[in-house]
């Protein structure tokens, strides 16, 4: 069937922004639990609500706790980590309206075991022969307050251990690790005999400087001196782990990548020559896995390499082995007995819990992200770029051409493109399907999904190129990115457009307001102003940007030079800013400031203030209204008609149509 000839941008499309909205999920944590494989769904069709799934072998999937209980924890206010399981089938988790840990056995409801207050928990691990569980704790009660320097009162973090026979909602904790500024990852030796832990102080980053520790407990449980294994403030460490043997494992960047180490007789030994590869990540939240171990002692391991994800394992000589399979992004590996389990994704399949054998490679999908189904001809496959940048560098991308079964552009015409800036900035996108992203191609957009200077997956010093260079290098990068494409004639030079969440929003608004390549722009809860954000931000990120822009506030005119907010003079673009009522992250004021600047400016600019959304959203109705929202927005400035029932958005200073 011919295809019609339809005006990029108004191809009509059967992944509408309702329908993508409803049916999405969002998974975070996954555990395996003998033949049960348990995972956290956050459903925007209940409002955002995290549900802990367990599937068992050849069984049917079950939630573990009704509405309204909603596994999510706040601590680091990015969470992760807020479920544990144990042997026994017990669930454990923390309750996003109270941030309380829960009991929940088979059958029963959820029963608090932590008392009323202002403390938070995550990362927990289940000390059955003690009869406690271990977990990062973050106390904003009078204790933070009282122990916090008075320029700025911050959550103290430790780590506790939680009394299980106390009762419920006694609150009977014990701290057994305090004194630095955050702590992750508590793992237990096979023996029970040892307590491992990550630790890390301001100004680092846990992907910039951490600590691993280990300590001797006695038979109550109670650690003695510890001694720090490996890490130090530019070494960073990732997911520590004891082999079956009693060997502790983790992951350090000490090579400038993120290679497997174990400690040995006393010293630390690569288990492998060193590679250039990463098998570990950014720590922006808890219980983060991307290795574990099969009974045999061997390791099966998820490797990222040049932006895309694999399979493999290591024996206990240190022999590597790729694992083929169909995904090109894996996370939250969990190793079972025979199985092992993961999130992936590949470039024809959204995210989904996938269940598969190594031995054979057969895999079996669990629970998919996203259940739409798309047809092929209607799937835009990401091709990897690279291209130069500033000072002789390579950046990184993926690019997305149009691509719709039903529509082809006029021939004389290219297509608008849109420019994504991914958040973190840390963070990485990768080759794998996404459907928001397909939302646009199959309306006609080119897309480029950019992996700019600071990005993961590239090693250390693709990581550190923005140290001190935020709102520099990644706007040189994703302005490269798009010169690149309409040198090669993919793309309209003259429809260019810029969209990013958080960071992502940071580095949106910086392009407009420090560049003139692109002609309308989308930040997503980004930050405009990096003064405001210094003084209002939550602990995890209180000291992120002295790394990023320089040490605050002895940098104060770097934090000014580089804040879109103070240059809205110089925008010459129409903005549409999407932002949440309760982000802690980037508070509202920020997108609020900018609004109003770049209204006084003249230029066509909207804001959508969504109540109830924090920092990033999570309600079927925002996700909805945010993407018709950003689609009739580039409607008006680039001149078409979106097909379909789009609401319309209130647009300052443009013309009525």
Request: aromatic share 10%.
């Amino acid at each position: 069937m011919p295809k019609q000839t339809t005006p990029y941008g108004s191809w009509e499309s059967t992944l509408g922004a309702e329908r993508l909205a409803e049916a999405g999920i969002r998974f975070g944590q996954l555990a395996v639990v003998g033949d049960s494989v348990l995972w956290s769904e956050g459903r925007a069709a209940e409002g955002g609500r995290n549900v802990v799934v367990e599937c068992a072998a050849h069984e049917r999937c079950i939630d573990r706790f009704p509405a309204p209980f909603d596994s999510r924890t706040r601590v680091h206010e990015y969470g992760g980590g807020a479920f544990v399981a144990a042997a026994d089938g017990e669930l454990f988790f923390s309750h996003d309206a109270d941030q309380r840990l829960y009991r929940c056995r088979p059958g029963a409801a959820p029963v608090p075991i932590t008392a009323p207050g202002r403390r938070r928990y995550a990362d927990a691990i289940v000390d059955a022969p003690r009869q406690r569980l271990v977990a990062v704790r973050e106390d904003h009660g009078d204790d933070a307050a009282r122990r916090a320097p008075p320029a700025r009162q911050e959550a103290v973090n430790t780590l506790v251990a939680i009394d299980l026979v106390a009762g419920s909602g006694t609150g009977a904790e014990t701290v057994l690790a305090a004194g630095h500024d955050f702590y992750a990852s508590p793992r237990l030796s096979p023996d029970g005999r040892h307590l491992a832990w990550l630790a890390w102080n301001h100004p680092q980053m846990p992907w910039s400087g951490s600590t691993l520790w280990v300590a001797a407990l006695d038979p109550a449980g109670t650690p003695g001196e510890p001694r720090r294994v490996a890490g130090g403030a530019a070494e960073s460490i990732f997911q520590p782990e004891w082999s079956p043997a009693g060997e502790l494992h983790f992951a350090s960047d000490r090579t400038g990548w993120w290679n497997l180490y174990a400690e040995r007789g006393g010293s630390v030994q690569s288990l492998m020559p060193a590679m250039a590869a990463e098998f570990g990540e950014p720590q922006w939240q808890f219980g983060m896995s991307m290795y574990g171990f099969e009974p045999s002692g061997s390791i099966v391991c998820v490797v990222d390499e040049g932006g895309r994800s694999q399979l493999a394992r290591i024996d206990p000589a240190g022999t590597f082995t790729r694992i083929a399979t169909r995904f090109c992004m894996l996370r939250q590996l969990r190793v079972g007995k025979g199985y092992v389990a993961f999130i992936g994704a590949s470039e024809t399949q959204a995210e989904s819990v996938v269940r598969l054998d190594p031995s054979t490679g057969r895999d079996e999908v669990l629970r998919c992200s996203n259940p739409i189904a798309l047809a092929p001809d209607d799937i835009a496959v990401a091709e990897a770029i690279d291209f130069p940048s500033t000072g002789g560098t390579v950046a990184h991308a993926f690019f997305y051409a149009p691509k719709n079964a039903r529509h082809a552009g006029p021939v004389a015409e290219r297509p608008p493109l849109l420019v994504v800036s991914h958040g973190g900035p840390t963070s990485a996108t990768s080759a794998a399907l996404k459907p928001a992203l397909q939302f646009w191609t199959q309306r006609g957009f080119a897309v480029v999904d950019v992996n700019y200077g600071g990005s993961t997956g590239y090693g250390r010093a693709y990581r550190e190129r923005l140290d001190g260079q935020w709102g520099v290098v990644d706007v040189d990068d994703v302005v490269a990115a798009a010169r690149f494409l309409v040198a090669r004639g993919d793309v309209d030079g003259a429809r260019l457009a810029i969209r990013g969440s958080s960071a992502g929003g940071y580095t949106t608004l910086a392009a407009l307001a420090f560049r003139s390549v692109f002609h309308a722009g989308a930040s997503h809860y980004g930050v405009s102003d990096l003064e405001s954000l210094a003084r209002e931000t939550h602990k995890f990120e209180s000291r992120y940007l002295d790394s990023l822009v320089g040490p605050w506030p002895e940098r104060a005119d770097l934090y000014r030079a580089r804040s879109p907010i103070h240059f809205a003079g110089q925008l010459s673009s129409a903005l549409i800013l999407l932002q949440g009522a309760e982000d802690k992250a980037v508070p509202p004021a920020q997108a609020e400031t900018m609004y109003r600047a770049v209204r006084a400016r003249g230029l066509p600019v909207a804001y959508l203030l969504f109540p109830g959304e924090q920092h990033g959203f999570r309600r079927a109705e925002s996700i909805r209204r945010a993407l018709e929202a950003e689609l009739y927005f580039y409607g008006r400035i680039f001149g078409f008609t979106p097909a379909g029932r789009v609401d319309p958005v209130t647009i300052e200073n443009l013309p009525a149509a």
